[in-house]
């Protein structure tokens, strides 16, 4: 604090000095302006010869040597007059800038809240006030986000942690566990080991994907869609679910394989919360300077209102919407993040017989 006061005092002092400067040396050059002139006038007034206010009757005037004494006083005299000027016209200008940090210190012990609000008048240092609260307002949101992420993590890493920590205790406690009974313990324990293995995964894809680009090179859309569908296939089958593409050539730039991530999280979404003998369109194409994909499922009908909930982290519409429990609300939260990675487009619509259907537009 004691350094920031100081710093402050400095810069207020040196503009301080700065506009006395200014203002002095300004005097001296209208000085010079005048006094030169008159120099010139009085050298080459002969000698001996009467002055214009002796013919005139004017009076006996003023000297050049007196005219310059009295500029030299005046010029001492303004020295303190500039440098009060000077300290407070900097202060006006200064005065934005010592609200901008002290509002800048209460926000970094943790009041998130505060905004610099600064009024009239727009200048660069109200502008600098209105890019920080902008700044403030993010940076209070992604704290938000934050918190409220790792709240929902360590509640859905402690659900099977918790599980896991039961099975071994009622297994433990039992005298007469016999092999049977300890081999079906291991196996629900490896169960629950890889929901969390699945969790874990899946909140370091949404961790990479918010991370941002890390590097960019041409890619199909057409083919990551192809390469994604090879490995789904079967459990779409097995599950009833008819899958009809329409891949045409989709050229765009960006991370493999974020893009990969985006598009198997779409799959798994449109597969996950589907209905036995539904429908999975995809589609990859061009239109203009844009590269699109869509991804069109059949399923539950979804109010409109609840459609930007589900690109939040573990946000579902129901606990379970097909009896299955291998669902935890991060597959759209990393679609979401891997668009915005790539400063894509995404658009999401509900469809009235049931289902979503989502494009994310990206540019050529």
């Known amino acids: ?113 505060r905004r610099l609000d600064l009024g009239e008048p727009i200048d660069e240092l109200t502008e600098l006030g209105h890019t ?55 196996q629900e324990a490896l169960a629950l080991g890889e929901h969390q293995e699945r969790l874990v995964q899946a909140l370091l894809a949404l961790a990479t994907s918010e991370r941002g680009v890390a590097r960019r090179v041409t890619l199909d859309l057409a083919h990551v869609v192809e390469g994604v569908l090879a490995s789904r296939r079967r459990q779409a089958t097995e599950q009833g679910i008819d899958l009809a593409e329409h891949l045409t050539p989709a050229v765009t730039a960006g991370d493999p394989g974020l893009v990969e991530s985006l598009v198997a999280n779409l799959i798994d979404n449109a597969i996950r919360h589907n209905h036995p003998d539904g429908q999975i369109q995809i589609t990859t194409q061009t239109s203009g300077t844009q590269v699109a994909l869509t991804v069109t499922n059949s399923g539950p009908v979804i109010p409109e209102g609840d459609l930007q909930r589900l690109f939040q982290p573990f946000q579902k519409l129901a606990p379970d919407r097909r009896g299955l429990s291998d669902g935890y609300g991060l597959g759209l939260a990393i679609v979401n993040a891997v668009t915005q990675a790539h400063r894509a487009r995404l658009a999401v619509r509900a469809r009235p017989e049931g289902g979503l259907s989502i494009t994310v537009h990206f540019s050529q």
């Open 1 to 113: 604090m004691t350094s920031q006061r100081r710093a402050r005092r400095s810069l207020q002092t040196r503009l301080a000095l700065a506009y006395a400067a200014g203002f002095y040396a300004a005097e001296v050059f209208v000085l010079v302006l005048v006094a030169v002139p008159l120099a010139g006038i009085d050298a080459a007034t002969p000698v001996g010869r009467p002055s214009s206010s002796a013919i005139t009757g004017t009076g006996p005037g003023i000297s050049l040597t007196q005219l310059l004494t009295g500029s030299a006083v005046a010029l001492v005299l303004l020295v303190p007059v500039a440098l009060a000027l000077g300290w407070f016209v900097s202060g006006r200008f200064l005065r934005p800038l010592r609200a901008i940090t002290a509002t800048a210190e209460i926000i970094s012990t943790g009041s998130l809240d």
């Open 132 to 186: 920080l609260d902008d700044l403030f307002a993010r940076l209070q949101s992604s704290f938000d986000a934050q918190r409220h992420f790792v709240a929902n993590a360590s509640h859905e890493l402690r659900t099977p942690l918790a599980g896991l920590r039961t099975l071994l205790e009622v297994v433990l406690a039992d005298p007469d566990a016999d092999t049977g009974t300890l081999r079906s313990a291991c």
